[in-house]
């Protein structure tokens, strides 16, 4: 299995902050990335697909980069709706498999 | 808008078999990849597997001897069964679609949370 790392795996922000999570796989998976948000009791929502591609109807303040292994997640500046956990999830290969999740907080 | 809905018990006993269903409106079951997954604290997000229209299917080969899933076409759901259940599979449990085969899961259902105890 490919195995997904997320570094921090916290991080407090303030409102309007530039927020950046990294993604790593274990092992190649060329831009086959997506990224998820979740708010508490409610299911994952997807953000970004193949590293860069923005779901219809996300804010355009949300910004995916990377390929091979290292991927990141932006928010260029954050908003009180943008507090939650944060996933990537590889698509390269069965079976999929996430990151363990990072979680935003507010400072 | 395609929306996705599992149903199925809330506790299941030791050893016993979990079985789920996700009923899909707004989109037809004879196209794409449906998947489901669980997440619980211990162990996050995992991917269970998923079955395509065709009823050909995929499963996580950590949980393929236990995994069986299946499509009905004509009620336009798709369902899980987990055999010999033990308190590790306790989590909530969503289904979710597969579009393309790069893309990501979207949508998911609103989870159902299945506790595995006597």
């Known amino acids: 299995d490919i195995q997904m790392t997320q570094s921090p795996s916290s991080l407090s922000a303030s409102v309007g902050e530039r927020v950046t999570i990294s993604c790593r796989a274990s092992?190649?998976?060329?831009?086959?990335l997506n990224w998820y948000q979740q708010k508490p009791g409610k299911a994952p929502k997807l953000l970004i697909y193949?590293?860069?591609n923005l779901q219809s109807g996300v804010p355009s303040r949300f910004s995916g980069s990377g390929s091979g292994t290292d991927f990141t997640l932006t928010i260029s500046s954050q908003q009180p709706e943008d507090f939650a956990t944060y996933f990537c999830?590889?698509?390269?290969?069965?079976?999929?498999?996430f990151g363990q999740g990072t979680k935003v907080e507010i400072k | 808008q395609v929306q996705l809905q599992e149903s199925g018990p809330g506790l299941v006993k030791p050893s016993e078999t979990l079985s789920l269903t996700c009923n899909v409106s707004?989109?037809?079951?004879?196209?794409?990849?449906w998947n489901w997954i669980r997440q619980s604290p211990g162990k996050g997000l995992e991917w269970i597997g998923y079955?395509?229209?065709?009823?050909?299917?995929n499963y996580n080969p950590s949980l393929e001897s236990r995994v069986t899933m299946s499509i009905d076409r004509s009620k336009n759901q798709f369902s899980l069964k987990l055999r010999s259940v033990t308190a590790a599979d306790t989590a909530v449990y969503y289904c979710?679609?597969?579009?393309?085969w790069g893309m990501g899961f979207d949508p998911w259902g609103q989870g159902t949370l299945v506790t595995v105890s006597s």
């Open positions: 999830q590889q698509s390269y290969t069965n079976p999929r498999t």
């Open positions: 092992r190649n998976i060329d831009k086959n």
């Open positions: 193949g590293t860069s």
């Open positions: 707004g989109d037809s079951i004879s196209r794409y990849h």
């Open positions: 079955i395509y229209s065709t009823a050909s299917t």
């Open positions: 979710a679609r597969l579009r393309e």
